[in-house]
Antibody
């Protein structure tokens, strides 16, 4: 349903762009959130994008550093995180919302993409 | 931001035991509460939404209750395949926030 791009290793200060390709449903009907999980830690919501019109809502913690986009022609969502730091090392997940807007449970998740930030 | 707390942080129980996890929100979230199960190396899986609604295909031994700020998640008869970490999440207010998780294993 949601297939993410492969693991990345980045240096501090660099950017990473993770993709999430959807299949098996009408892409523009359901929003996509991005959630990350640092090694051995809990889950952290980063933000949401409407696949219908591209509207976004980012967690304040990531404002200015994250950009979420979609390509409806390929049913793919993207999350770009800039100015990477070592504490950005985490598994990044995309998650499909159950409904059109932002306030829905996440009923399908991608397999996760490990981003390692190291000099 | 709404803070979510869970207790206990971990527990060990025998197969067939009843297991209960609690989740508390720092402010009223009505029933906008989800429970996820996460097994090692896997993505979270939706179990319960709107505090008490069982997701399609999820075994009936899982249940949830509560409203406002206090919520409970129960496994009525623990099975070996239930070994996982369980997270609550509020989706009443942005940013969505998760509890720290409860790790469940077999005694």
């Amino acid at each position: 349903q949601l297939v993410q791009s492969g693991a990345e290793v980045k240096k501090p200060g660099a950017s990473v762009k993770v993709s999430c390709k959807a299949s098996g449903y009408t892409f523009t009907t359901y929003g996509i959130s991005w959630v990350r999980q640092a090694p051995g830690q809990g889950l952290e919501w980063m933000g949401w994008i409407s696949t219908y019109n591209g509207n976004t809502n980012y967690a304040q913690k990531f404002q200015g550093r994250v950009t979420m986009t979609t390509d409806t022609s390929t049913s793919t969502a993207y999350m770009e995180l800039r100015s990477l730091r070592s504490d950005d090392t985490a598994v990044y997940y995309c998650a499909k919302g159950r409904g059109f807007g932002v306030r829905w449970p996440f009923d399908y998740w991608g397999q996760g993409t490990l981003v390692t930030v190291s000099s | 931001d709404i803070q979510m707390t869970q207790s206990p942080s971990s527990l060990s129980a025998s197969v067939g035991d009843r297991v209960t996890i609690t989740c508390q929100a720092s402010q009223d979230i009505t029933n906008y509460l989800i429970w996820y199960q996460q097994k090692p190396g896997k993505a979270p899986k939706l179990l319960i939404y709107d505090a008490s609604n069982l997701e399609t295909g999820v075994p009936s031994r899982f249940s949830g209750s509560g409203s406002g700020t206090d919520f409970t998640f129960t496994i009525s008869s623990l099975q070996p395949e239930d070994i996982a970490t369980y997270y609550c999440q509020q989706y009443d207010n942005l940013p969505f926030t998760f509890g720290p998780g409860t790790k469940v294993d077999i005694k």
